[in-house]
């Protein structure tokens, strides 16, 4: 089965500090993909990056890293230097074939707020 | 581009009432998805449309019915609303892409209440 555990329910943190955000996923597929979205208190889904099964290379943006491991399952997220503005409930997702039909399967989220 | 619209943001309903919820994208995207969204639950995947006149059942398809007339609009219908149907649905597009290389966007989602 396809599943997505992101098993912090919400983290605080004070500006300018670092936080990782986990997300551990399980799938049987030898190919599959990995989403971050971030859900600010406007309620909107903003897509912050995709990870492909065969790139377990590191990414960086910005302020923002993602950590890929398939040897442990998973995909997390660190945000450097947090800001106010970063206080949001972020969303891993995987994406793989499911009974013949490319279907996306979140996380619970994690809300995370960045207090000044 | 307005991206993907959806309409209304905001609807109160009673117990039985039916009504329409409208997602319009108009990026040409083939896929369109119908999501919810709860507390504690992450978003789970009611229908989705791979292309114009097909719809398909996702996670969660119980007591709602969905089409998709024009590749630019999928409708979600409730034909006889409950209190479990309170929720935050958001729709969804994407590109058919090779693999699973395709991302979905997402609308600003509706906020629906069943008294």
């Known amino acids: 089965a396809q599943k997505v555990t992101q098993a912090q329910t919400e983290i605080s943190v004070v500006e300018k500090e670092d936080v990782t955000l986990d997300c551990v996923y399980e799938?049987?597929?030898?190919?599959?993909?990995l989403f971050w979205y971030k859900q600010p208190p406007s309620g909107e889904l903003v897509f912050l990056i995709r990870?492909?099964?065969?790139?377990?290379q590191n990414e960086i943006s910005g302020r923002y890293s993602w950590n890929f491991q398939k040897s442990t399952s998973s995909f997390n997220f660190t945000i450097t230097a947090s800001q106010v503005v970063d206080s949001a409930v972020y969303f891993c997702?995987?994406?793989?074939?499911?009974?013949?039909?490319?279907?996306?399967?979140f996380g619970q989220g994690t809300r995370l707020t960045i207090n000044p | 581009n307005a991206g993907v619209t959806q309409t209304p943001k905001f609807r109160v309903l009673k117990t039985g009432q039916s009504m329409t919820l409208l997602c319009a994208q108009d990026m040409n995207h083939e896929y369109m998805y119908w999501y919810r969204q709860d507390p504690g639950m992450g978003l789970r995947l009611i229908h989705y449309s791979v292309g114009e006149g097909t719809t398909a059942k996702g996670e969660v398809p119980d007591g709602y019915n969905v089409s998709r007339l024009k590749k630019q609009n999928f409708l979600l219908g409730l034909e006889s609303a409950a209190p479990s149907q309170t929720s935050v649905y958001f729709c969804a597009s994407s590109l058919r892409l090779a693999g699973l290389t395709d991302t979905q966007y997402f609308g600003p989602g509706t906020r629906l209440t069943v008294l």
């Open positions: 990870r492909n099964s065969f790139d377990e």
């Open positions: 799938t049987r597929d030898t190919t599959y993909y």
């Open positions: 997702a995987l994406k793989s074939v499911i009974q013949g039909a490319q279907k996306l399967v």
